[in-house]
């Protein structure tokens, strides 16, 4: 297998910068705000700034028309990859007063994403077309701005709806921003960090300055770098030049390494100086550590062997859509690192900025993949269509955008791109390895398509060979092993699992729509193909203890038995197993809309509900991957008309025994080894409980216990002040419970929020695949006992008070203080 190197980085070094567009110029102008939308396409006339936009909506950006649409199964045009809501074409204006102190200053108007086939205007001027949804760029207003009013146009083309395999959105959903500078400036994305040397005591770096000076204006480059105190750790100052491109080395004393346990950075200052003057300056983040990547150990990390304990995650949210507030954002990967999650990958396309910084900030690795498909389109109306004229420019667009943030490891270019031709892989390889030295892979390919795995087609031009369903499968990690033992593995989307939040079953489900399957069992062809593929998952009990679940197909039983070919604690096991395999990134994280075949709205895969309340199978990663002590015991314990019967009560831990007590009540201690504990109980009301202990020590406790009749409304939130004229966010997750505060598990009372004060309804949701209501209303029913409310303060400050009411409920007040 020539052309797939061995990669023994041995001491494989990048020192790393996170992006941070708000400074990427020497004064920066948030532009987000007052934009006026139209939903429709009222032609060209729209770009004129005279034209009578009084009717159009007024609103804030970043903005996701989709998510305000309502499902319908045909008539969007949308179909069960890109999820049921509306696309269609929408114009964006936005006029703005020209600021005197322009004068003389280069003007460039910068988007972080448009969500697709835009085209921008200023003044009537064309300034260009993006087809990509997913690439920031940025346009040069100077030429066409005048004194007074000046005026912004947008049209956004999703008129062509099947343009994903999963929900994207529609629309100006990433931030906008105004870069006022000198006209000799730093280029846009235009600074690269790279180790040339790191020694026990110190690093030497090379600092790249990629500048915009048609004039070649003698100007001089000057890089320092603080630490998290500004405190100047290292200063560098170039010699007075006109080129555009300028690099400096800078020695840094004892950095310390950056790393999911220890997220530090350091700030890079570069300035461009002329004759004293300060032209231009961007801070960045930055951070240091190394990567080593090998076929004999895997992956290290600061020299330290680190299995990758990665999910795949869409960029979208929930109620929000594509446009996800920071708090949002923040909420989600806070939940993931929690988790003992320490790698992401961008499933399948660039994220925002704010992600990678985040990442950067927070400590979590990042798999960043670029592309879906490549030429040949997977979806009618998506990217592949203009792959062949677009690919080179978006490509190097997004390797200068993140090649400089600690948390990016690897480069991806494509997903289950399948038997495509060998001379594209080669192309995109060659692009990366010319603008970064991180090594390249991509999505494995997915068998269920009648895919016979060729490795050396498939990969043959790739620094590291990714996996996904095909490294679920029986023998396969062992076959590509005996195979090809110099290369370099991950397990790109291993394993595939179902899951549905407050839903169980103890009969063993396996599921996948074009993959044989049990119902099957009376083709011995079909079911002795299965049996020999798939990894065996016992079922809990011979008699089925939850027969009434079976009314509804689309839920996927929570016990970590509902699976494509492999259960969540037996992937993660071979994960382990194998030393030359570098981890693994699990499909998915969270539940994300699309891919679900109608009335769903979403699928099964995530380890967390599309509302973002977690699953059982979220506490199972958190035993195998974090190393705070934890205990989870599952089921609920709310059953009635079942007592006597044996519950499976399993328990998840990281610990070195768990005791388990019905009505307090000893049933005995198990020790962990590595494998679920389960016990037989036969039901009876009252409380469970599971204490975990290290040694003689309990170290953790948790509990379920009964619920009587649902009473009133609990809510729990990520805060409660917020500040006015802002992004943030309220996060309210509200329980149904009984009149003992227990949480009421099978409760599906709607509830209606009346908003007082500044304060506006975002969205809401509450979990359930098959609940298709729309997220903007002012109401909820809620799914297993729970929903969320999302809201946003308005421009003032006050008090906002927010009523919850159901017919049977209690009534809940919950108050926001505004700043």
Same mark, same amino acid.
């Given at each position: 297998?020539?052309?797939? %190197?061995? /990669?023994?980085?041995?001491?494989?070094?990048?020192?790393?910068?996170?992006?941070?567009?708000?400074?990427?110029?020497?004064?920066?102008?948030?532009?987000?705000?007052?934009?006026?939308?139209?939903?429709?396409?009222?032609?060209?006339?729209? *770009?004129?700034?005279?034209?009578?936009?009084?009717?159009?909506?007024?609103?804030?950006?970043?903005?996701?028309?989709?998510?305000?649409?309502?499902?319908?199964?045909?008539?969007?045009?949308?179909?069960?990859?890109?999820?049921?809501?509306?696309?269609?074409?929408?114009?964006?204006?936005?006029?703005?007063?020209?600021?005197?102190?322009?004068?003389?200053?280069?003007?460039? *108007?910068?988007?972080?994403?448009?969500?697709? =086939?835009?085209?921008?205007?200023?003044?009537?001027?064309?300034?260009?077309? %993006?087809?990509?949804?997913?690439?920031?760029?940025?346009?040069?207003?100077?030429?066409?701005?005048?004194?007074?009013?000046?005026?912004?146009?947008?049209?956004?083309?999703?008129?062509?709806?099947? +343009?994903?395999?999963?929900?994207?959105?529609?629309?100006?959903?990433?931030?906008?921003?105004?870069?006022?500078?000198?006209?000799?400036?730093?280029?846009?994305? &235009?600074?690269?960090?790279?180790?040339?040397?790191?020694?026990?005591?110190?690093?030497?770096?090379?600092?790249?300055?990629?500048?915009?000076?048609?004039?070649?204006?003698?100007?001089?480059?000057?890089?320092?770098?603080?630490?998290?105190?500004?405190?100047?750790?290292?200063?560098?100052?170039?010699?007075?030049?006109?080129?555009?491109?300028?690099?400096? #080395?800078?020695?840094?004393?004892?950095?310390?390494?950056?790393?999911?346990?220890?997220?530090?950075?350091?700030?890079?200052?570069?300035?461009?100086?002329?004759?004293?003057?300060?032209?231009?300056?961007?801070?960045?983040?930055?951070?240091?550590?190394?990567?080593?990547?090998?076929?004999?150990?895997?992956?290290?990390? =600061?020299?330290?062997?680190?299995?990758?304990?990665?999910?795949?995650?869409?960029?979208?949210?929930?109620?929000?859509?594509?446009?996800?507030?920071?708090?949002?954002?923040?909420?989600?990967?806070?939940?993931?690192?929690?988790?003992?999650?320490?790698?992401?990958?961008?499933?399948?396309?660039?994220?925002?900025?704010?992600?990678?910084?985040?990442?950067?900030?927070?400590?979590?690795?990042?798999?960043?993949?670029?592309?879906?498909?490549?030429?040949?389109?997977?979806?009618?109306?998506?990217?592949?269509?203009?792959?062949?004229?677009?690919?080179?420019?978006?490509?190097?667009?997004?390797?200068?955008?993140?090649?400089?943030?600690?948390?990016?490891?690897?480069?991806?270019?494509?997903?289950?791109?399948?038997?495509?031709?060998?001379?594209?892989?080669?192309?995109?390889?060659?692009?990366?390895?010319?603008?970064?030295?991180?090594?390249?892979?991509?999505?494995?390919?997915?068998?269920?398509?009648?895919?016979?795995?060729?490795? !050396?087609?498939?990969? &043959?031009?790739?620094? *590291?060979?990714?996996?996904?369903?095909?490294?679920?499968?029986?023998?396969?990690?062992?076959?590509?092993?005996?195979?090809?033992?110099?290369?370099?593995?991950?397990?790109?989307?291993?394993?595939?699992?179902?899951?549905? %939040?407050?839903?169980?079953?103890?009969?063993?489900?396996?599921?996948?729509?074009?993959?044989?399957?049990?119902?099957?069992?009376?083709?011995?062809?079909?079911?002795?193909?299965?049996?020999?593929?798939?990894?065996?998952?016992?079922?809990?009990?011979?008699?089925?203890?939850?027969?009434? #679940?079976?009314?509804?197909?689309?839920?996927?039983?929570?016990?970590?038995?509902?699976?494509?070919?492999?259960?969540?604690?037996?992937?993660?096991?071979?994960?382990?197993?194998?030393?030359?395999?570098?981890? !693994?990134?699990?499909?998915?994280?969270?539940?994300?809309?699309?891919?679900?075949?109608?009335?769903?709205?979403?699928?099964?895969?995530?380890?967390?509900?599309?509302?973002?309340?977690?699953?059982?199978?979220?506490?199972?990663?958190?035993?195998?991957?974090?190393?705070?002590?934890?205990?989870?015991? /599952?089921?609920?314990?709310?059953?009635?008309?079942?007592?006597?019967?044996?519950?499976?009560?399993?328990?998840?831990?990281?610990?070195?025994?768990?005791?388990?007590?019905?009505?307090?009540?000893? /049933?005995? +201690?198990?020790?962990?080894?590595?494998?679920? /504990?389960?016990?037989?109980?036969?039901?009876?009301?009252?409380?469970? #409980?599971?204490?975990?202990?290290?040694?003689?020590? *309990?170290?953790?406790?948790?509990?379920?216990?009964?619920?009587?009749?649902?009473?009133?409304?609990?809510?729990?939130?990520?805060?409660?002040?917020?500040?006015?004229?802002?992004?943030?966010?309220?996060?309210?997750?509200?329980?149904?419970?009984?009149?003992?505060?227990?949480?009421?598990?099978?409760?599906?009372?709607?509830?209606?929020?009346?908003?007082?004060?500044?304060?506006?309804?975002?969205?809401?949701?509450?979990?359930?695949?098959?609940?298709?209501?729309?997220?903007?209303?002012?109401?909820?029913?809620?799914?297993?006992?729970?929903?969320?409310?999302?809201?946003?303060?308005?421009?003032?400050?006050?008090?906002?008070?927010?009523?919850?009411?159901?017919?049977?409920?209690?009534?809940?007040?919950?108050?926001?203080?505004?700043?």
């Amino acid at each position: 297998m020539k052309y797939i %190197r061995k /990669l023994n980085y041995k001491w494989f070094l990048l020192f790393l910068c996170s992006f941070i567009a708000t400074t990427e110029a020497a004064e920066v102008v948030q532009f987000d705000a007052g934009w006026k939308f139209y939903l429709g396409d009222p032609g060209e006339k729209a *770009i004129s700034a005279d034209y009578n936009d009084t009717a159009w909506r007024l609103l804030n950006l970043p903005h996701d028309w989709s998510i305000e649409g309502t499902y319908e199964q045909t008539a969007n045009g949308t179909d069960w990859q890109s999820g049921y809501l509306p696309a269609g074409t929408g114009w964006y204006r936005k006029t703005f007063a020209y600021d005197p102190a322009w004068k003389d200053k280069k003007v460039r *108007i910068q988007f972080d994403g448009i969500y697709l =086939n835009s085209e921008v205007w200023i003044n009537g001027h064309s300034l260009g077309k %993006r087809p990509n949804g997913y690439i920031g760029f940025e346009y040069d207003l100077t030429p066409f701005l005048k004194e007074g009013d000046n005026c912004m146009a947008v049209k956004v083309d999703h008129s062509k709806p099947l +343009t994903g395999r999963w929900y994207t959105g529609s629309g100006i959903y990433r931030h906008v921003r105004l870069n006022i500078s000198s006209p000799v400036h730093i280029a846009y994305s &235009g600074i690269s960090f790279q180790v040339d040397t790191f020694l026990p005591d110190k690093a030497v770096c090379s600092v790249g300055v990629s500048i915009v000076n048609p004039g070649k204006e003698k100007v001089r480059v000057v890089s320092c770098l603080q630490d998290t105190d500004g405190r100047v750790v290292a200063r560098t100052t170039g010699s007075e030049s006109g080129s555009a491109e300028n690099k400096v #080395e800078m020695s840094v004393t004892s950095p310390e390494r950056w790393s999911p346990e220890n997220s530090v950075v350091y700030t890079l200052v570069c300035k461009l100086e002329k004759e004293g003057k300060v032209l231009d300056e961007v801070r960045q983040f930055v951070g240091f550590r190394s990567l080593e990547f090998s076929p004999e150990f895997g992956f290290k990390l =600061n020299g330290k062997v680190t299995k990758l304990k990665g999910v795949c995650d869409h960029h979208t949210a929930g109620a929000v859509g594509a446009a996800v507030p920071n708090d949002i954002l923040h909420y989600r990967l806070k939940l993931l690192k929690e988790m003992g999650c320490n790698a992401i990958r961008t499933a399948h396309n660039p994220f925002s900025p704010e992600f990678y910084t985040m990442c950067d900030t927070m400590g979590l690795m990042v798999l960043n993949e670029g592309l879906d498909g490549w030429n040949t389109p997977k979806a009618a109306d998506d990217y592949g269509n203009y792959f062949d004229e677009w690919w080179e420019r978006d490509m190097t667009d997004f390797i200068k955008r993140d090649r400089n943030h600690p948390s990016v490891i690897m480069w991806s270019i494509g997903n289950e791109v399948n038997n495509a031709p060998s001379e594209i892989q080669q192309k995109l390889v060659n692009l990366f390895h010319s603008l970064d030295s991180r090594p390249v892979t991509q999505g494995g390919v997915d068998p269920t398509r009648g895919m016979s795995v060729d490795y !050396e087609k498939n990969f &043959g031009m790739l620094d *590291i060979v990714g996996f996904n369903g095909n490294g679920e499968e029986v023998g396969e990690f062992e076959k590509f092993r005996k195979d090809f033992p110099t290369v370099c593995a991950v397990a790109t989307e291993v394993p595939h699992t179902y899951q549905t %939040r407050g839903v169980y079953r103890t009969k063993t489900q396996w599921r996948r729509r074009d993959f044989p399957a049990p119902w099957e069992k009376g083709d011995p062809v079909k079911w002795d193909q299965f049996e020999k593929r798939v990894f065996p998952i016992p079922d809990l009990s011979e008699e089925e203890f939850f027969p009434e #679940e079976a009314v509804n197909t689309y839920y996927q039983s929570s016990y970590d038995n509902a699976s494509v070919r492999i259960s969540i604690r037996k992937a993660w096991q071979r994960t382990c197993s194998f030393p030359w395999l570098m981890g !693994e990134f699990r499909w998915g994280s969270f539940d994300y809309l699309g891919e679900a075949e109608w009335p769903q709205r979403c699928g099964n895969f995530g380890i967390i509900d599309v509302a973002a309340i977690p699953k059982d199978a979220y506490y199972l990663y958190q035993s195998l991957w974090s190393d705070k002590p934890m205990v989870h015991l /599952l089921p609920h314990w709310t059953h009635t008309g079942k007592e006597g019967k044996a519950v499976p009560v399993v328990v998840y831990t990281n610990c070195d025994s768990v005791e388990l007590f019905i009505n307090n009540v000893s /049933l005995g +201690t198990k020790p962990y080894t590595g494998e679920q /504990l389960v016990w037989y109980v036969p039901y009876e009301a009252g409380r469970i #409980e599971a204490r975990a202990k290290i040694g003689n020590e *309990i170290v953790a406790t948790d509990w379920q216990q009964t619920a009587s009749s649902p009473y009133s409304v609990a809510f729990s939130a990520n805060k409660l002040t917020l500040q006015s004229g802002s992004s943030d966010v309220a996060r309210l997750e509200l329980d149904i419970v009984d009149r003992d505060g227990i949480l009421c598990p099978y409760a599906s009372d709607e509830l209606s929020f009346e908003l007082q004060g500044p304060v506006r309804l975002l969205g809401v949701d509450n979990g359930d695949p098959v609940d298709m209501f729309p997220y903007k209303q002012p109401r909820c029913r809620s799914f297993r006992g729970k929903c969320v409310l999302l809201v946003q303060p308005a421009d003032v400050p006050g008090e906002a008070v927010i009523t919850v009411r159901s017919d049977k409920l209690k009534e809940k007040k919950i108050t926001l203080d505004i700043k």
